[in-house]
């Protein structure tokens, strides 16, 4: 199965070691990545901020990127959604909106690809520690990916899962959201990682990386021992594998 990757801007620029292990991870459940090198930013934060008209230059620019893949996977429920979120601000027009319809048919985040294309529950994974999950409010809420992180988690070979309490309470990142309403965002996230230190977790996962760059630096910040990973980490983490185990291990 040929999948082609959106890896998006954070991943790209931040986390790049959540997108090698998205395509290693992949790779290993038997598929063919193709990473088109044209791909440029979804749009999304223009887009948030109110400014749609200017935003449509970048998202007619990914339609075009993707118009040839089977399929199309990011390591971002946040970014996935927003190729879902073409047809709307395409719609009544002729010529767009059929190609963007076309691209949200086939666009899925990690998780959701595994477990419900691939049909794949258990990967493999074998990751020590135990662990707690932030469910961002794109994947879960727009996007409707909640049960696939969880299916995969708990095959994991050793891995501990506690839940992480109001687990569905924002983390305070949301986009521009952070930069235009910094004294609410920082108020957000320091429950975050309040409710995250209450769970004695090793690590927090999750399947953003907007939302864990923005829960990571708060708790560097703050001197909260647990780890954040993405879940692409944990999932690329085999048994057979320990020679490329994760630098924070």
Not at 8 to 21: E, I, Y
Not at 44 to 61: I, L, T
Not at 188 to 195: F, G, R
Not at 197 to 224: F, H, P
């Amino acid at each position: 199965m040929k999948v082609t990757l959106f890896a998006t801007c954070l991943v790209d620029m931040f986390q790049t070691s959540a997108g090698k292990a998205t395509v290693e991870l992949l790779e290993h459940l038997g598929c063919t990545i193709d990473f088109p090198e044209s791909q440029v930013c979804c749009g999304q934060p223009a887009y948030n901020s109110g400014y749609v008209k200017e935003s449509k230059e970048a998202m007619k620019k990914m339609i075009q990127t993707f118009e040839h893949a089977e399929y199309v996977v990011s390591p971002s429920g946040s970014c996935a959604y927003m190729f879902h979120e073409y047809q709307n601000v395409f719609k009544g027009d002729p010529v767009w909106e059929p190609k963007a319809r076309a691209l949200a048919e086939k666009t899925y985040e990690l998780t959701e690809f595994i477990v419900n294309v691939l049909k794949v529950e258990d990967v493999g994974a074998h990751f020590e520690g135990k662990v707690t999950y932030h469910t961002s409010c794109h994947m879960t809420r727009l996007l409707g990916v909640q049960e696939a992180p969880m299916k995969l988690l708990k095959n994991v070979v050793g891995l501990e899962y506690v839940e992480l309490p109001n687990k569905h309470q924002c983390c305070g990142f949301g986009g521009t959201f952070s930069v235009k309403m910094a004294q609410i965002s920082e108020q957000m996230v320091d429950e975050k990682v309040q409710h995250a230190e209450e769970t004695v977790a090793d690590y927090l996962i999750g399947a953003d990386a907007g939302c864990l760059m923005n829960i990571g630096g708060r708790m560097e910040r703050v001197g909260t021992p647990v780890k954040v990973l993405h879940i692409a980490e944990v999932l690329n983490n085999r048994l057979s594998s320990f020679s490329r185990r994760l630098p924070s291990l």
